[in-house]
């Protein structure tokens, strides 16, 4: 079944580690974004992607970092957590075109 | 700019029907609504494209109208099921073709009690 893949689900990690949160689609689309979320509250743009070797900077200043070397890959990197890291990252696809995103289920972080 | 989204929570009872509105300071492109449930991901519900273009499925149904930049989110009789947060998403009129990403109003808390 085409889906969207976010591993880990939960993280909690020490300040300075640096960490990489796993995104993949088996749909095949072009176009992927990152998300951040903190309880309750609206969606961020952190990230995102129209395709192989493209990445850009979303509305919200980010110190990750993302690449995209597969289509199906879309990987977030933090070099450096800390606390101020902490909320929900969500990745995102979708069609090429005005389509509807397809949401995956998740990574819940917390930086102690 | 980010859209603004009224009300920001309803309480309804089973059956009883809610408008979501949703206004942009910007021409706009597109609106997207999305559903998201406490602790799920958002769930795509339906895009509109053009301006004065309606959509629905079910009981849930959207108006967009390009003039005033401003979108509405209908649920008539509505269900338990349609408990959850509602945000638009809306892409510029610039950007056309979602390549810059959506930009999420805060969202509507929903409520709806048997």
């Known amino acids: 079944e085409a889906d969207i893949y976010q591993t880990p689900r939960y993280l909690v990690i020490g300040t300075g580690k640096k960490i990489t949160l796993e995104c993949s689609q088996t749909?095949?689309?072009?176009?992927m974004y990152w998300y951040q979320q903190d309880p309750g509250m609206e969606l961020h743009l952190i990230h995102y992607?129209?395709?192989?070797?493209?990445?850009e900077k979303g509305d919200l200043s980010s110190e990750s970092t993302v690449s995209r070397i597969r289509t199906e890959h879309f990987p977030l990197t933090l070099e450096s957590a800390r606390p101020s890291h902490t909320s929900q990252y969500l990745c995102?696809?979708?069609?090429?075109?005005?389509?509807?995103?397809?949401f995956g289920s998740g990574t819940r972080l917390t930086v102690v | 700019q980010q859209p603004v989204q009224s009300p920001q929570a309803v309480i309804l009872r089973e059956g009883e029907d809610a408008v979501i509105n949703c206004s942009s300071s910007k021409a706009l492109y597109s609106v997207h609504w999305y559903r998201q449930k406490h602790g799920e991901a958002p769930v795509f519900l339906m895009i509109?494209?053009?301006?004065?273009e309606q959509k629905g499925h079910d009981k849930i149904s959207a108006s967009f109208n390009e003039k005033k930049q401003q979108s509405s989110l209908y649920l008539t009789a509505s269900q338990l099921s349609y408990s959850g947060t509602y945000f638009c998403?809306?892409?510029?009129?610039?950007?056309?073709?979602?390549?810059?990403?959506?930009?999420f109003g805060k969202g509507t808390h929903l409520i709806i009690q048997p």
């Open positions: 749909m095949g689309h072009d176009k």
């Open positions: 995102a696809s979708s069609e090429t075109g005005s389509n509807g995103y397809t």
């Open positions: 998403g809306t892409e510029g009129r610039w950007s056309g073709g979602g390549a810059d990403g959506l930009t």
């Open positions: 992607s129209y395709g192989v070797n493209s990445t």
């Open positions: 509109l494209l053009k301006g004065g």
